[in-house]
């Protein structure tokens, strides 16, 4: 199907922009202003986020602040009575009986989560001369992701002007630097809005602040029966943060002054913008009393004695400790003399951008550097990128794939420290999820269910019963946010971390776990009730339901679980006796089984899927993100594996569409998973929501769930990390899933499990050199093709392989 400019709304100024040269191949650049959100371009230094849309005339630029939800700290016994129901919901389970079932587990729901909130809108209105025709030309605007700074260009009756963008994680601020080429001739007014509570006050002739509350209570966007679905001044003096945004003006020339309309430039050549923001947030479990009003002004403080220039020069350093670490050329990265929106038509249409999908990959890398630093809240549904009031999803933690798929890239993109905040989140949640494992199930460990937020939510959610057990009552959060625990001491090899904060982590899980399981009519453990988030079946009888028992996602997330435990310990030696339990319980799981058609069964029997195509493909865990299932280890379940993926399809949702990317690369079908990335990166402008076919990317690569959501961004370009470079399956593979299209290319900087930093280089589809690197590793297995070796190596000692593995 052509993809036609219809899709974006176009200024018809652009049509006449004069011939841009060549861009480097990482940036993404434009002819024309955004027009819709998701052209836009994002900005963020962990905490703070900007959506810059490049406007000539009126500017419009979208703030967020990473700790500004709605809500305080969880009700964490919201339904007393839930344990009463977990027997009679297993009685009629073993009886057949799945609808009783599935009504029983609605008397076993908790309440929503919060929702993420957006701070706010600046606006620049630009005052030209009236002289002239006002009309903007040679038009330009673009996102450098090697430095991490947006860029608007235009000029208006011969004056050129020109906006630089950049947040500052060592500085925590955003900075404007405006500038007119011609002497006084930048003349604007800046104000302020917001979606939430708000109020502006003059605080000096160069500052003005915003500031405002967040809602005590918001619903999430698909709730529809309460007619006061956002909430302020709870009697719960603990709910609904506080929240303060500061701008100050430096310039060199003209006029400057403030009133409550906001802030106005007159006569100037030069304006830098400081913009600082806090909240009252604390802690996931106090009240949100933090003295934002005192954050704002020292973060504000701070930076004011800095100039444009210096903070420009210590966010490239810090930015770039972390992006220049990877490095990606696949086919040498022909450059296209094309805007980014340009060439994804084109791209979508058939044409061939290795280039395009090199930029996609560090886009991704670069996503995660912006919405993710160390001492910070992890990455949620959209970044840290919102505009709505009540998000799609609540913009929250979605716990049953979306927030682990966030940051399935960490690690092997050699991003580690990006992944930290994540961990923070695990050790919340768990705090959070023991009171949920004892007072929904009494149970030991803890519990955590498919959604979750800032305050660390953990009840299966529901609103006390209105939610449905498709989804809301999946209760394997715990074990699978364990996971994250052990790929980061699998690449890190860091024994400090797995003794003191991963494994009583996971052994909590596996408590719960273990509680959790119940044996069938065979004697062999199962879960239950069971679901395979969010499909249904449809039984031997004609009969659908979702909750059933022992379904093959929680089996598997568990078999993963204990497995990562029993290795763990082997290494530690500090808990014996519970690994011995753990081997014991592991032998007595439900097996993994094959249908008739082939295929990895996806439920206790044998049923039909009500929509073939579902969406999540959850009973494929043990091929990815797990490790249980391998082409090289057990060929017979990766055959089902395959014909279960052939069966599903290739369309979905676009986090649906990059996991089956990261399916097709295990799978080691690099051709079947580039026919994926080409999926992913369609153009789309679909703006709904849409479950089965709309997934692809908008025009600022943004991924289309749709609506917007981050997660298909990192989970895309995992996929294409493990197309050169596996380490799951006990051996560092090499070049594993290379498509015929990736003819040639260059990889440095990949990491590896057991500690190990990867360069590759291929020619021809075949391995020419690869580089093998020890950060804290000794020994590992490499493999490419049929041909494996031992490697030795020292801590910082490396080996230069060539195609045949031996020594250069």
């Known amino acids: 199907m052509m993809i036609r400019s219809s899709f974006f709304s176009i200024l018809a100024f652009c049509l006449a ?52 939800w709605s809500g305080g700290p969880a009700n964490l016994n919201p339904n007393p009575q839930a344990p009463e129901f977990l027997p009679e919901v297993r009685e009629a389970l073993f009886k057949g009986d799945y609808k009783t079932a599935e009504q029983l587990c609605k008397k076993i729901q908790g309440l929503y989560t919060e929702s993420y909130m957006p701070l706010g809108n600046l606006l620049i209105r630009h005052r030209f001369a009236a002289t002239g025709t006002g009309t903007p030309e040679a038009y330009y605007r673009d996102l450098d992701i090697t430095n991490a700074i947006a860029l608007t260009r235009f000029t208006v009756n011969g004056v050129q002007y020109t906006r630089e963008i950049l ?177 994804l038509m084109e791209y979508t249409n058939g044409a061939e951008d290795p280039a395009l999908e090199a930029l996609y990959f560090q886009y991704g890398r670069y996503l995660l550097i912006s919405s993710s630093r160390p001492g910070g809240i992890p990455a949620n549904l959209q970044g840290i990128w919102n505009p709505i009031l009540r998000a799609p999803w609540s913009s929250n933690f979605t716990t049953n794939i979306n927030a682990q798929m966030n940051y399935w890239p960490a690690e092997m993109m050699n991003l580690s420290e990006m992944h930290l905040p994540f961990m923070e989140f695990i050790k919340n949640t768990a705090v959070t999820g023991k009171e949920t494992a004892k007072n929904f199930y009494k149970a030991k460990g803890w519990a955590v269910h498919h959604n979750s937020d800032i305050w660390a939510t953990s009840n299966p959610v529901g609103d006390l019963g209105k939610g449905s057990p498709t989804w809301a009552n999946w209760a394997m959060g715990s074990p699978w946010l364990s996971q994250h625990l052990w790929e980061h001491y699998a690449y890190t090899a860091d024994k400090a971390f797995l003794k003191n904060t991963a494994y009583p982590l996971m052994k909590g899980a596996a408590e719960f776990c273990l509680d959790w399981l119940v044996e069938d009519q065979n004697g062999l453990l199962v879960t239950a009730p069971a679901s395979s988030p969010e499909n249904v079946f449809i039984t031997e009888k004609g009969e659908k339901g979702s909750i059933s028992i022992a379904t093959t996602m929680d089996m598997s997330i ?25 081997i014991e319980k592991k032998a007595k799981l439900f097996p993994l089984q094959i249908g008739k058609k082939g295929n990895l069964q996806e439920w206790y029997k044998d049923w039909e899927d009500e929509d073939p195509q579902h969406r999540h493909v959850s009973h494929l865990f043990g091929l990815h993100p797990g490790r249980e299932i391998s082409p090289v280890t057990t060929p017979v379940f990766a055959a089902a594996v395959r014909k279960t993926l052939e069966i ?136 490419y093709g049929d041909k494996t070796i031992d490697l030795q190596l020292k801590p910082g000692q490396a080996k230069e392989l060539n195609g045949s593995l031996e020594r250069k």
């Not at 204990?562 to 290795?567: D, K, R, W, Y």
């Open 648 to 783: 599903r399809g290739d369309e979905g949702t676009g986090w649906s569409i990059a996991w089956k990317i990261n399916f097709w690369a295990r799978l080691h079908d690099g051709d079947h998973a580039y026919k994926l990335i080409r999926n992913l990166l369609r153009l789309t402008g679909m703006e709904g929501t849409d479950y089965s076919k709309g997934g692809g990317s908008y025009a600022n690569l943004f991924c289309a769930h749709p609506p917007f959501q981050i997660d298909g961004n990192f989970g895309g370009i995992s996929g294409m990390g493990e197309m050169m470079l596996q380490s799951h399956a006990g051996f560092i593979h090499l070049l594993p899933a290379i498509p015929g299209n990736w003819k040639d290319g260059k990889v440095t900087g990949l990491r590896a499990r057991g500690g190990f930093e990867v360069d590759l280089e291929w020619k021809n589809g075949l391995l020419l050199a690869a580089t093998i690197r020890s950060i804290n590793g000794t020994s590992a297995k490499v493999r």
């Open 558 to 582: 568990i078999r993963d679980l204990f497995t990562n435990l029993i290795e763990a310990e082997e290494v530690l030696g500090i808990d014996p006796s519970f690994r011995k339990i753990l």
């Open 167 to 343: 947040v500052s994680a060592p500085d925590q601020v955003i900075m404007i630097r405006l500038r007119s080429d011609k002497k006084g001739q930048l003349n604007f007014d800046a104000s302020t809005n917001s979606l939430i509570r708000f109020k502006n006050t003059a605080a000096a002739q160069n500052e003005f602040i915003m500031k405002g509350e967040a809602p005590s209570h918001a619903d999430p966007n698909y709730v529809r029966y309460n007619p006061e679905p956002v909430i302020y001044d709870d009697a719960d003096a603990c709910r609904g943060m506080r929240y303060e945004l500061r701008i100050k003006a430096q310039h060199k020339d003209g006029r400057v002054t403030t009133d409550t309309s906001g802030l106005h430039v007159s006569n100037a050549t030069e304006v830098v913008l400081y913009i600082s923001a806090a909240t009252s947030f604390n802690a996931f479990d106090k009240c949100p009393d933090k003295d934002e009003s005192k954050l704002a002004q020292t973060y504000m403080g701070k930076a004011f004695a800095k100039s444009f220039d210096q903070i420009k020069k210590d966010h490239i350093k810090d930015y770039q400790q972390y992006f220049n670490r990877v490095t990606l050329s696949l086919n040498n990265n022909p450059v296209k003399d094309l805007p980014t929106l340009e060439r």
């Open 17 to 68: 922009v004069t011939s841009v040269k060549a861009q480097q191949p990482l940036k993404l650049w434009y002819r024309q202003p955004a027009d819709k959100w998701t052209e836009a371009l994002p900005l963020g230094n962990g905490r703070l986020g900007v959506m810059v849309f490049g406007r000539a005339q009126e500017e419009l630029i979208h703030l967020n602040e990473e700790t500004l």
